[in-house]
C-alpha cells in the first residue's frame, strides 16, 4: 500500500488528507454503532480517488470527517495540515468553507435561490465584493454550460443540469478538495458520463476529487480506488495509466 502511494502523479505533493486510525461511533446513549473502526488513508493534493463499498459501510461518515462536516470519536484527521480532532465548530467550518467543495447525490441546492445565487453562496466567506462574486460565479457556470440557466431556480432545471449546477457551486471558490457522495446516482448514464467528464477536468487542474459511488465503472473513473467494508479499509488499489 505504501509503495502504491508513492505511484501517484506528483511524488512530492504534500498530504492534503491524512486520517490516523480514526474510530467512529454513533449514538453513544442508547445502541452503540462503530460507523469507522480504525481507518487510516493519506491522500495526497491532486489525487483522485475514489470510495466504493455496500451500504452502510462507512462511506458517507468517511466523508464527512473528510470534509469537516464531523469530527471523528477517535484517532487523528489531519485537512491541509490541519488537526480537525481539536477544533471548536467555528474553526472546524471555516476550514471547511476555505478547503472543500461538495457534491450530492440529491444535489443540495437552495430551492429558493437561482442558480447563479447558489453558486454564489460559497464565495461569501471570502470576503469579496458582490461584483466579484458574480464574476467567478459566470465563470464557473460558463464552464459547466450553465450560462442561459442562470436566473433560473433549481425546480425549474432537469436533473443533469442540477448536478451541473451544484458542481459549478462546489468549484466556485477554488476548494483544495472536492467530495463528491454518489453525484451520477440519479443521473441516466449519458448524463452521468457529462458530470464524471467535469470531475476528471476538475482533478486535471489540480483539485483533490473524492468520488463515493457503489457503481464500479464510475469508480474506474479515478486511478486510485478504495473499499470500505464494515467500517475498514479492506483495500486500496492504485490502477495505473487506466486514466485519461
Ligand atoms: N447520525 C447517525 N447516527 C447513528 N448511526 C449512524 C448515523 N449516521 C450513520 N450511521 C450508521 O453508521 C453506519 C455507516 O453509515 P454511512 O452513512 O457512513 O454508510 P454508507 O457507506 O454511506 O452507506 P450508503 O451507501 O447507504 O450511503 C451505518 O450503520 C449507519 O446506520
Ligand atoms: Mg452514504
Redesign the pocket.
Known sequence: MEKNLELTSSPHAPHIIMLENVRKT??MQGEA?Q?LKGVSLTIKQGEYVSIM?P????????MNIIGCLDRPSAGTVLINGQNTAQMNERDLSRLRNETVGFVFQQYHLLPSMTVLENVMLPLRYQGLDTRKRRELALAVLEQVSLTDRMKHYPSELSGGQKQRAAIARAVAANPKIVLADEPTGALDSDTGALVLAMFADINRRGTTVILIT?DSTVAAQAMRRVR?LDGSIAEDFFAEGNHD
Open positions: 454513533y449514538g454503532v460507523a463499498g451500504s452502510g459501510s462507512g462511506k458517507s461518515t468517511c457503489h470500505i
